[in-house]
């Protein structure tokens, strides 16, 4: 079982950027494909973006491409999520998550472990 933490979360101006990091413990991070899900108030959680295990296949929302970047150290188990051009849309707790699989996913039904999540908040 894995276990992570995600951190980086704040206040940002619009256009701003946040790095958000989420860290692996329990089992290494090589053995799952990782994604970052938001969830804004009174909204359901919707898809961000999407790693394989390698890295080799990344997979983004249509609101956040171009401005978001997931990468991924398994030598560091940890999972990152570059945002860019921040909006006030994009105001919501980030969360990420787990999937034991060869294949990565973009629904949140294929995750097993999730972080605790943490809080971006973008100013206009």
């Known amino acids: 079982q894995v276990q992570l933490v995600e951190s980086g979360g704040g206040l940002v101006q619009a256009g701003g950027s946040l790095r958000l990091s989420c860290a692996a413990s329990g089992r290494t991070l090589s053995s799952y494909a990782m994604g970052w899900f938001r969830q804004a108030p009174g909204k359901e959680r919707e898809f961000v973006a999407a790693?394989?295990?390698?890295?080799?296949?990344?997979y983004y929302a249509d609101s956040v491409k171009g401005r978001f970047t997931i990468s991924r150290d398994n030598a560091k188990n940890t999972v990152y999520l570059q945002m860019n051009s921040l909006k006030p849309e994009d105001t919501a707790v980030y969360y990420c998550?787990?999937?034991?699989?060869?294949?990565?996913?973009?629904?949140?039904?294929?995750?097993?472990?999730w972080g605790q999540g943490t809080q971006v908040t973008v100013s206009s």
């Open positions: 998550a787990a999937e034991e699989s060869l294949y990565v996913h973009t629904s949140s039904r294929n995750y097993d472990y």
């Open positions: 790693i394989s295990r390698s890295g080799g296949k990344i």
